[in-house]
């Protein structure tokens, strides 16, 4: 079963790919500005970043902590690597968790004490984040209601919930699974242009 952030990336990395060729995609992604929306959770990276704010549950961060700094410290990883041969796998050691990669969003009490709190480095496929992140953006996004978000891919429908960590301060995106048609009652679809919250409560 892949977690949410390894769906998407795949999406992202297929988006990427229909934009330049393979050998590009990490250069691509380091060269690209990321510059922040005022009074925004959202940012302008490679394409706009609107989910944060049409689908605020989502967000799986908090405090001082903004997408764009988030975006910023992967992409720092990355210009330290060398010959990255696959941008989904490539892991490099960074202090906290983001929450979109439930492989490496490690709870304390898994680890037996706060590696936050230490801060102590982990190792986080970073490649696999920037492109989920990037995913999310490109596929029509469904308003389910509680701590559940909803994607259309392929004809296909997909959910993940977002799970809160030990300690309440920020979430993380959970394992994805394909829903029933007969599971969806809308209320439809979420306007791609629209960028004010109308999810009731993902998060």
């Known amino acids: 079963m892949q977690n949410a952030c390894e769906f998407l990336a795949d999406v992202g990395y297929e988006f990427l790919l229909s934009r330049c060729e393979q050998g590009r995609i990490v250069q691509d992604l380091i060269d690209a500005k990321v510059t922040p929306w005022p009074n925004r959770s959202g940012c302008k990276w490679i394409i706009p970043i609107t989910w944060p704010d049409?689908?605020?549950?989502?967000?799986?961060?908090?405090?001082?902590?903004?997408?764009?700094?988030?975006?910023?410290?992967?992409?720092?990883?990355?210009?330290?690597?060398?010959?990255?041969?696959?941008?989904?796998?490539?892991?490099?050691?960074?202090t906290g968790a983001t929450g979109f990669d439930l492989r490496t969003a490690i709870e304390p009490l898994d680890a037996g004490f706060s590696l936050d709190k230490l801060g102590m480095p982990i190792m986080r496929r970073v490649g696999l984040e920037l492109l989920g992140i990037i995913g999310l953006q490109t596929l029509p996004l469904v308003s389910l209601g509680g701590r559940k978000a909803g994607v259309i891919y392929r004809g296909k429908m997909y959910q993940f919930p977002v799970l809160p960590r030990s300690g309440g301060y920020y979430h993380k995106w959970g394992n994805v699974t394909e829903m029933e048609i007969e599971e969806y009652i809308p209320p439809g679809l979420i306007d791609e242009d629209e960028i004010e919250p109308v999810a009731e409560s993902v998060g």
Request: overall charge positive; proline content about 7%; glycine content about 8%.
């Open 54 to 94: 049409r689908v605020p549950g989502l967000v799986t961060w908090t405090g001082q902590m903004t997408l764009p700094k988030i975006i910023n410290g992967m992409i720092d990883a990355l210009k330290k690597a060398k010959d990255v041969e696959d941008i989904r796998a490539f892991q490099a050691p960074m």
